[in-house]
């Protein structure tokens, strides 16, 4: 180690960490000469186990920080709430009955068109949907 130049020794390590980790891809059980240890804040799918929960909902990460509320402005909700079901592969089915739906009602729309309606219609379509 340089006490001179700490930086330099502190850079070169962590790329050799990082060559390590990637050569431990070529690896079926990674590099038997690195320990088996995770890293901080490393989350690895296998520990989510609950097959009830969506997608969505399966981060693959851990929440760092002080635990917080607060409330969403009403846009932040919106937004919220139209990002979870456009990224629910539960929900695609939906989302595909409904451009079908607007296809047909509105034939001369284009793909920008019936993205920017399906961003302000779907959310109250599909709980209509589903409740009825």
């Not at 070169?12 to 390590?20: L, V």
Request: aromatic content about 14%.
């Amino acid at each position: 180690m340089n006490k001179a130049q700490v930086e330099g020794s502190i850079s070169i390590g962590y790329i050799m960490d990082e060559a390590a980790k990637f050569a431990s891809f070529y690896f079926k059980e990674g590099d038997p000469t690195l320990p088996l240890k995770e890293k901080r804040n490393e989350v690895y799918l296998d520990d989510i186990v609950d097959d009830d929960m969506f997608e969505i909902f399966k981060p693959p990460g851990k929440a760092i920080g002080a635990e917080g509320k607060r409330y969403l402005a009403d846009n932040e909700y919106t937004a919220a709430h139209l990002y979870v079901l456009m990224n629910c592969p539960e929900v695609q089915p939906f989302i595909d009955v409904f451009v079908t739906e607007k296809r047909k009602q509105f034939p001369n729309l284009n793909d920008e068109a019936v993205n920017a309606v399906t961003e302000q219609e779907f959310p109250s379509w599909f709980e209509k949907y589903v409740c009825s």
